[in-house]
């Protein structure tokens, strides 16, 4: 009995999937050294036998593999801490992100000033090239003025002129009604 | 069964060796991505960017108040333009009387 139970344990070992199989294709076939495992196959998997035990080979300390499933606290552990791994390089990778996004919206905003200044540069152009075209229009006028101007400088020295030869003739006549 | 775990230290358990492994490629990715950012410059080069642009914005809101200011001298000169051409429309007539006097 007790060497069955032991075969039985070490088949274990080999591969999980025949015993539990056998075990539920053999239920009768057990053997009381086998009362510590139940039949139902899911059930062997629970209760499998825990192997950690260490070896001595040569002074050097060994483990064995350990083939009890893993605690369910563990999972979640372990996704919780590469969730929280992947937040922080996103963290570290966003700042750089952000730079380019301040860069772009900086650019952004310079090239609608541009844009609002170009507008402006383009109303001052058209507006001074029609200036340009109302002053040339406007040439034969100044030149009529400057005419204006010369005639009525003209015009003041012969109002000098009279003015003198009224004064001469004053005097004349105021001597020759002294007489 | 012998061990699998390959290179196992004296006086450690397998799950101590695990946690050791996992936290020390924890802490190579994560070096690995802080090397990555340093060695590409970006946040030096960025930072420079945005210092420059900084400072040329003053020299930009100069220049857009200098572009306002001229399309207000613009249309000040159209006004007095417009002004001025209605005066000189008299002119011919002064001309004529001038030349009638002068004659």
Sequence with gaps: MAATGDDAAAMDSISRAPTTHSAALNPAGTSSGQGECPVDATEAAACAPKRPHTNSDGGVETAEEAVEPAEPDINELCTDMF???????????TGTCEDYRLLENMNKLTSLKYMEMKDISINI????????????????YLDQINQIEEQVSALEQAAYKLDAYSK???????????? | ????????RFGQSVKGLLSDKVGSCSGDVIA??????KGS???ELLSQAARNMVIQEDAILHSEDSLRKMSIITTHLQYQQEAIQKNVEHSKNLQDQLTHLLK
């Design chain 1, 125 to 140: 152009s058209r507006n001074l090239q029609d200036l340009n075209n109302k002053y040339a229009s406007l040439q034969p």
């Design chain 2, 32 to 37: 690995l991505t802080r090397q990555v950012l």
């Design chain 1, 83 to 93: 969730e929280k791994m992947a937040i922080f390089l996103q963290g570290e990778l």
């Design chain 2, 1 to 8: 069964m012998s061990s699998s775990e390959s290179h196992p």
């Design chain 1, 168 to 179: 001469k003739l004053e005097a004349r006549f105021k001597k020759l009604e002294k007489r």
């Design chain 2, 41 to 43: 410059r970006s946040q």
